[in-house]
């Protein structure tokens, strides 16, 4: 169990990691191989931008996170920052958290406006 500080810390970070332009660069559409290897998203996600819209689900969306997270800690493995692995489930937690949330309200693989 978190203090609450530490959750704040991790809803920080969190916060900060999926503005940043690491998460940015690593997203899903931010290099052909994603169109490719996900045609069926990459028709959606096309067809949503033409809205505005971003056409991933919220299912497809966590498991970016997650993803990009794990590239994120193993290209911080030889950096000055070594994060614990306490703050790594941490983090994690946080996205099995927002998954849990999108599944009992209905909207896990409902598309983002």
Not at 6 to 15: E, H, L, M, W
Not at 43 to 69: P, Q, W, Y
Request: overall charge negative.
């Amino acid at each position: 169990m978190l203090t609450q500080a530490s959750t704040a810390r991790v809803k920080r970070f969190v916060t900060a990691f999926l503005r940043s332009r690491y998460f940015e660069n690593h997203a899903f559409g931010a290099t052909s191989d994603d169109w490719i290897n996900d045609p069926a998203r990459a028709a959606r996600c096309d067809d949503a931008a033409s809205n505005g819209a971003d056409g991933s689900t919220h299912a497809e969306h966590i498991d970016d996170m997650r993803a990009i997270f794990r590239i994120y800690m193993r290209d911080r493995k030889n950096s000055a920052w070594k994060p614990t692995e306490r703050f790594i489930g941490a983090v994690e937690e946080y996205f099995d958290d927002l998954e849990c949330w999108h599944d009992a309200n209905g909207t896990l693989d409902q598309m983002i406006g």
